[in-house]
């Protein structure tokens, strides 16, 4: 293909070395080594005041038996929480993130006057700080004060104010409700990438057909933006089942809400247990390994490779 | 008349988007600007222009300085970025080697990361080189978020760059720094400036490291800072103040989004990365 590459193979390798050691080398300092301690930590007693000074515990930071009784994160009921917590906001987020995305996209690809600057303010909650917007939502569903509950009072939706964040039942609703609100755009933009690659005709002829709208895009637009749809929610479950910000700044480290992300922090800085914490942290990689593994199986690699270049490609073409 | 149907309908939903996208700004804005008792009133619009919480943001705290330290966070992060992630790219974009998709996959692995599934060993890595409670630190931390991202965007970009610009070049004796400096440079700014401004917002948005690493008010980035607003007594949220915090740091990134929104829609369907 390149001719230059079969003339001067040697010195080329040497060049590709060249340039990609100091990338590679800042990768393994800022992941490789601390995602490696993080994983030893697990297996050790270490305390964040002295983490040098340690003894290696095992398996005693996962599970233990003593006197008869289950001690570690695994029989640790708090993580059980987190871990329903997480799966729950994930699975509800991310599904209200695709839905949304999907009609936000429609309606961007649709013709109509200041469409550009409607698709720029579509990215404002994007562009906003995750820690400002949950301030903005706390303030908004405040108790006493806030917005929401004045206007669903005035509404008659409503009798009273609702106390949104310190309530069990709807503390997760909130929290899930700012992270849908954020991120949507991200699902729209990729999906109104794809939205401009499905061609004309296909539309025109199921319009001469007098195919309905609805069928049109369940049998047209949808198998066509189905990989670039795929990668979206991909990213965003990665995304979600890492959640820590939303839900610190809203509801701090509360029990109702408390995710995976937060616990393993309590324990390492609250509680300064770094062994105890760490593990707590490896299961979470664990889990989100998992899930990526088990979404990937199900949607076939090949397709969701396919995916990752067409959402490039409409980029191109969207920009 | 459906289409008349239709066109109201688009209407609707156009103005719903827009309200469902702008609304909380407003009402941040609309917050920022009320005085003493008045923040405790709900209202849809503004009565009067009060500067007081701003005022008192800049006076009273180390505010300022959090946002100069974002800033200094944020442009050695960018640069740092794009210098590896430059050089990077052009290695992975135009030498074939072998290994290379496999290193391009454990690129893209790394972000994918938990961030708290590092905290832990970048905690005594930072300790270590005693960077703990300092900018360094952080921007150094950052790369972890910044970097897989910018080699995905970059290594994307220079694949679609025509071969015989570079072809020439080897003609006429050019070596392989020659070319990155002189030819591929010159064609890579726009890919540079999203990649870069894109990795500018999630330094600049970033928290977890920040409020870890950093101990004390003067080392702060701004989301620690408005997360860690107090008032003037503990159990009283200063809310007129926090927005007029959130207004100030946001603005400028509405304002970013709004002057390069073709190119950041662009840059992150490209890397399809997290935002």
């Known amino acids: 293909m390149i001719g230059a590459v079969m003339r001067r193979p040697r010195s080329l390798q040497a060049t590709a070395a060249l340039f990609l050691s100091p990338m590679v080398l800042a990768l393994a300092v800022v992941a490789v080594w601390p995602l490696a301690r993080t994983i030893w930590f697990g297996f050790t007693d270490a305390s964040l005041t002295a983490p040098a000074d340690y003894t290696l515990v095992g398996l005693a930071n996962y599970l233990e038996v003593y006197d008869g009784a289950w001690y570690g994160v695994l029989a640790d009921p708090q993580w059980w929480q987190a871990l329903r917590n997480t799966l729950v906001f994930a699975a509800a987020s991310v599904t209200a993130e695709t839905v949304l995305g999907v009609g936000m996209a429609l309606v961007l690809n649709a013709r109509f006057p200041g469409r550009g600057l409607v698709r720029a303010a579509v990215l404002v909650p994007w562009a906003i700080p995750t820690v400002v917007s949950a301030k903005m939502w706390a303030w908004m569903l405040h108790d006493q004060f806030g917005i929401i509950n004045a206007g669903a009072m005035a509404l008659g939706l409503i009798d009273r104010p609702m106390a949104w964040l310190a309530s069990s039942d709807t503390a997760m609703l909130s929290v899930i409700l700012v992270d849908v609100w954020k991120t949507t755009p991200f699902v729209a933009l990729l999906t109104l990438a794809a939205l401009q690659t499905v061609p004309r005709d296909c539309y025109e002829a199921a319009r001469v057909d007098g195919i309905p709208p609805w069928r049109v895009f369940l049998h047209i637009t949808l198998p066509l933006i189905r990989p670039a749809l795929a990668v979206a929610v991909v990213f965003r479950l990665l995304d979600a089942l890492r959640v820590f910000d939303v839900v610190y700044v809203m509801t701090g480290e509360a029990e109702a809400t408390m995710t995976l992300s937060i616990h393993a922090r309590q324990q390492l800085v609250q509680f300064q247990d770094m062994g105890y914490g760490s593990a707590s942290a490896t299961l979470l990689f664990l889990v989100i390994g998992l899930v990526t593994v ?4 199900v949607l076939r690699p090949d397709r969701a490779a396919s995916g990752q270049r067409m959402a490039g490609h409409a980029g191109e073409a969207g920009g | 008349m459906t289409r008349y149907a239709a066109r109201a309908g688009l209407a609707f939903a156009v103005a719903l ?52 330290n974002s800033i200094m966070v944020a442009t050695l992060v960018v640069a740092a970025s794009l210098l590896l992630g430059l050089t990077a790219a052009h290695a992975l974009g135009r030498i074939r080697f072998r290994g290379r998709r496999l290193l391009l996959m454990a690129v893209l692995a790394v972000s994918m990361f938990p961030q708290v599934a590092v905290l832990s060993g970048m905690f005594t890595l930072i300790r270590g080189l005693g960077l703990y409670n300092s900018l360094w630190g952080l921007a150094l931390a950052y790369l972890l978020f910044t970097l897989p991202f910018t080699v995905w965007v970059l290594t994307t970009f220079i694949r679609e760059l025509p071969v015989e610009i570079e072809e020439a070049a080897i003609m006429d004796g050019a070596g392989p720094f020659t070319i990155l400096i002189r030819i591929f440079l010159p064609l890579m700014w726009p890919a540079m400036a999203t990649t870069g401004l894109i990795a500018f917002i999630i330094a600049w ?71």
């Open chain 2, 17 to 68: 988007l827009l309200i469902w996208s702008l609304f909380p700004l407003y009402y941040a804005v609309l917050t920022s600007m009320e005085s003493g008792s008045g923040v405790f009133q709900v209202r849809w619009w503004p009565d009067a222009v009060d500067l007081g919480n701003y005022r008192a943001l800049f006076a009273g705290s180390n505010f300022g300085r959090s946002i100069l």
């Open chain 1, 294 to 297: 088990a979404y990937l199986a």
């Open chain 2, 205 to 275: 948005n970033e928290f977890l490291f920040a409020l870890t690493f950093t101990l004390t008010d003067t080392m702060r980035t701004v989301p620690v800072a408005i997360a860690l607003l107090t008032g003037a007594s503990q159990y009283e949220l200063p809310w007129g103040m926090i927005m007029a915090a959130s207004v100030t740091v946001t603005l400028p990134l509405v304002a970013l989004v709004l002057v390069f929104q073709r190119r950041l829609v662009a840059g992150l369907t490209a890397g399809a990365v997290k935002g």
